[in-house]
């Protein structure tokens, strides 16, 4: 066991400067930015639990069958080619799994499953010049490990120092009201800070907006949808947003690719 002590205070020390770093500033992402010339276009979705962003996905994907998009959700990622041991997910949800894990135990999840979303299902197709849509990316997650006190924000952050930067970010804009009663008035896991009530549902989900909003994303494009009407209205609000800010950085490409590949 004593062995142990010298890598376990090392760990503990990278967490501590991970802690202290700040936050990718304005100058970073337009370095980054210019590093990723040539790729496709990110767009990530965000917005509260239950603001139902799993439907507007599948509604988008109906409209522009062209706009690759995913999520960590295992019904959307899985199965991956070579990796048979994750398909147990896709009949137990990971919530399950990951509640009574600790908060480094919970974000290592999250890590892996970013990883995979990011390297199987994103970076192919923005490497082939083509617009993809994201799921929350690390944003959301990463929010919420803050909002709880978890060393695992730090270890999303880094994550996050890794992954493109997005070319838009979407708020999906749903009253906590609204979203609470779509969840038919309850929450699960993860949803809420404390117990699950109304109460620790909406100051989990004011936390993650505040910090997404006006932390997270700074230098990035933002633009919030009202999330209120039908799912169909809100994907062709999406789509018209994302045309406007997004659309113009692929268009050169696909002229210059002639055109995208299907």
């Known amino acids: 066991m004593c062995g142990l002590a010298e890598p376990l205070a090392w760990h ?20 980054n930015a210019d590093n990723e010339a040539g790729r496709g276009a990110l767009v990530v979705l965000v917005g509260p639990d239950n603001a139902g962003k799993s ?4 509604e988008l994907r109906r409209l522009r069958p062209d706009w690759p998009s995913g999520s960590i959700d295992p019904a959307d990622l899985l199965p ?9 997910a896709l009949e137990t949800h990971p919530r399950v799994f990951c509640e009574p894990m600790g908060p480094l135990g919970r974000t290592s999840w999250f890590v892996h499953m970013l990883s995979l979303l990011y390297e199987y299902r994103l970076l192919p ?9 994201a799921d929350s990316l690390h944003y959301r997650v990463r929010a919420k490990e803050e909002l709880l006190g978890s060393p695992g924000a730090a270890v999303l952050e880094a994550l996050g120092r890794q992954l493109p930067r997005p070319d838009l970010v ?17 929450c699960k896991y993860y949803e809420a800070m404390g ?3 109304w109460e620790g ?24 949808v009202d999330g209120s009407p039908p799912v169909d209205a ?29």
């Open 12 to 31: 503990a020390n990278a967490l501590d400067r991970l802690r202290t770093r700040p936050s990718r500033t304005r100058e970073e992402y337009e370095m």
């Open 55 to 58: 439907s507007v996905l599948r």
């Open 80 to 88: 991956l080619p070579g990796l048979d041991y994750l398909n147990f």
């Open 125 to 133: 197709e923005l490497d082939r010049g083509r617009l993809v849509i």
């Open 170 to 186: 979407v708020w999906l804009d749903v009253p906590l009201e609204t979203a609470w009663r779509r969840g038919g008035e309850s």
């Open 195 to 197: 117990e699950l009530t």
């Open 201 to 224: 549902y909406r100051r989990m989900q004011e936390g993650v907006r505040e910090l997404v909003l006006n932390r997270y994303v700074d230098g990035i494009p933002i633009r919030l």
């Open 234 to 262: 809100v994907a062709g609000q999406i789509v018209r947003v994302v045309e406007e800010v997004a659309g113009p950085k692929v268009g050169p490409m696909k002229q210059l690719a002639g055109g995208v590949r299907r």
